[in-house]
T-cell receptor, first 113, second 113 residues
Framework: DTGVSQNPRHKITKRGQNVTFRCDPISEHNRLYWYRQTLGQGPEFLTYFQNEAQLEKSRLLSDRFSAERPKGSFSTLEIQRTEQGDSAMYLCASSRGLQETQYFGPGTRLLVL | DQQVKQNSPSLSVQEGRISILNCDYTNSMFDYFLWYKKYPAEGPTFLIS?????DKNEDGRFTVFLNKSAKHLSLHIVPSQPGDSAVYFC????????????FGSGTKLNVKP
């Protein structure tokens, strides 16, 4: 059990650029979650997958955001035309199934200049 | 609209004494509550949880109390140790939707040696 990993750990980009983050969940965890955390706040739910199916999306996930989990293993979160307000920590978590503990990765810190 | 609130941004406690972290919620549909601990540069780590059918759950030095009528829960750490110094997040999920957690803004605990 190597834990949830996220890459990159840090990303600095200019406004208007596209960025993509990757999350590798704990193996055999079929549920994967994305959260966003801004300074001084707790994590906010963005979306979750059961295997490759994206089952719920928060209204925080504007049309510039897209998440995929093509083979039910790793997931990517893409932000198109980044804005300064997108600067945040993006956290990924995974769980074995429903009503199981969510295990978080270390996050990807995004700074949009 | 913050549905889970942690009104104390920070708490300082002497080693060996009790730490009490508080959390209030507004959504009466919440029926499962968790505490996560977060160290700098790491993702949140699950600590302890409680279902709404209980009013207390204990795990070693950590005890969570739930007061449903007051929509309040608290985390007690006894005795506090310097290694407990971290940010503690309270989280909740609605009945029937365990996949989506609502987090508070966190309380930074400092345990002084």
């Amino acid at each position: 059990d190597t834990g949830v990993s996220q890459n990159p750990r840090h990303k600095i980009t200019k406004r208007g650029q596209n960025v993509t983050f990757r999350c590798d969940p704990i193996s055999e965890h079929n549920r994967l979650y994305w959260y966003r955390q801004t300074l001084g706040q707790g994590p906010e739910f963005l979306t979750y997958f059961q295997n490759e199916a994206q089952l719920e999306k928060s209204r925080l996930l504007s049309d510039r955001f897209s998440a995929e989990r093509p083979k039910g293993s790793f997931s990517t979160l893409e932000i198109q035309r980044t804005e300064q307000g997108d600067s945040a920590m993006y956290l990924c978590a995974s769980s074995r199934g429903l009503q199981e503990t969510q295990y978080f990765g270390p996050g990807t810190r995004l700074l949009v200049l | 609209d913050q549905q889970v609130k942690q009104n104390s941004p920070s708490l300082s406690v002497q080693e060996g004494r009790i730490s009490i972290l508080n959390c209030d919620y507004t959504n009466s549909m919440f029926d499962y509550f968790l505490w996560y601990k977060k160290y700098p540069a790491e993702g949140p780590t699950f600590l302890i949880s409680i279902s709404s059918i209980k009013d207390k759950n204990e795990d070693g030095r950590f005890t969570v109390f739930l007061n449903k009528s007051a929509k309040h829960l608290s985390l007690h750490i006894v005795p506090s140790q310097p290694g407990d110094s971290a940010v503690y997040f309270c989280a909740a999920s609605e009945k029937g939707n365990f996949n989506k957690f609502y987090f508070g803004s966190g309380t930074k605990l400092n345990v002084k040696p």
